[in-house]
């Protein structure tokens, strides 16, 4: 059964620096593209990034370009996302996800990340 | 920008009941849409794909629908179980976008 576990959220100053990994099994990893979905508490879904399946090409959303790097270790079925400079906006529960069909096939549990002072 | 917007926004209903949510998008898209169920506390399930394609696992009674700017998520017969918030999610060229949400709460 294919599963993701996403680990590294804790709370951070505004300013700092964080990485999240998310720790893939039950599926041949480098097959697919990996992506990073996150969800402020009691709103919706918004897509953050995404890795292509051999790493080459990275995308991400407006709101975290420049500020946040997605990288994957296929070698080690492991995925990451570096996010720097980081904004009281940016707390949320993080997901990490399979892509397929156009969406997100399989999630992790999520963890969560809390920018404050 | 792509928007996608569902409505309603919050949706009661009972057990044994039929349920339509709506996606509307703000341009016409491709059938590359996808419906998921979130429940609180929990990661989102993938229901539905390229607008009305169940995914493996997932009762028959959803079904999606749609074309051009306007997609449906409906569930025949409402069960106990589907109580939740669904999301409707559009992918083109490198984006990745979703609705606000539908909240089917217990009428």
């Known amino acids: 059964e294919a599963q993701l576990v996403e680990s590294g959220g804790t709370l951070v100053q505004p300013g700092g620096s964080l990485r999240l990994s998310c720790a893939a099994s039950?599926?041949?990893?480098?097959?697919?593209?990996m992506h990073w979905v996150r969800q402020v508490p009691g709103k919706g879904l918004v897509w953050v990034s995404l890795?292509?399946?051999?790493?080459?090409?990275?995308v991400y959303a407006d709101s975290v370009k420049g500020r946040f790097t997605v990288s994957r270790d296929n070698a080690k079925n492991m995925l990451y996302l570096q996010m720097d400079s980081l904004t009281v906006d940016d707390t949320a529960v993080y997901y990490c996800?399979?892509?397929?069909?156009?969406?997100?096939?399989?999630w992790g549990q999520g963890t969560v990340v809390t920018v404050s002072s | 920008d792509l928007q996608m917007t569902q409505f309603p926004s919050t949706l009661s209903a009972s057990v044994g009941d039929r349920v339509t949510i709506t996606c509307r998008a703000s341009q016409t898209i491709s059938n590359w849409l996808a419906w998921y169920q979130q429940k609180p506390g929990k990661a989102p399930k993938f229901l539905i794909f390229?607008?009305?394609t169940l995914e493996s696992g997932v009762p028959s009674r959803f079904s999606g629908s749609g074309s051009g700017t306007e997609f449906t998520l409906t569930i025949s017969s409402l069960q106990p179980d589907d109580f939740a918030t669904y999301y409707c999610?559009?992918?083109?060229?490198?984006?990745?976008?979703f609705g606000q949400g539908t909240k089917v709460e217990i009428k």
């Open positions: 890795v292509e399946s051999d790493g080459t090409k990275t």
């Open positions: 390229k607008a009305s």
């Open positions: 996800a399979r892509g397929q069909w156009g969406g997100f096939d399989v």
């Open positions: 999610q559009h992918w083109d060229s490198y984006s990745w976008t």
């Open positions: 039950g599926f041949t990893f480098n097959y697919f593209w």
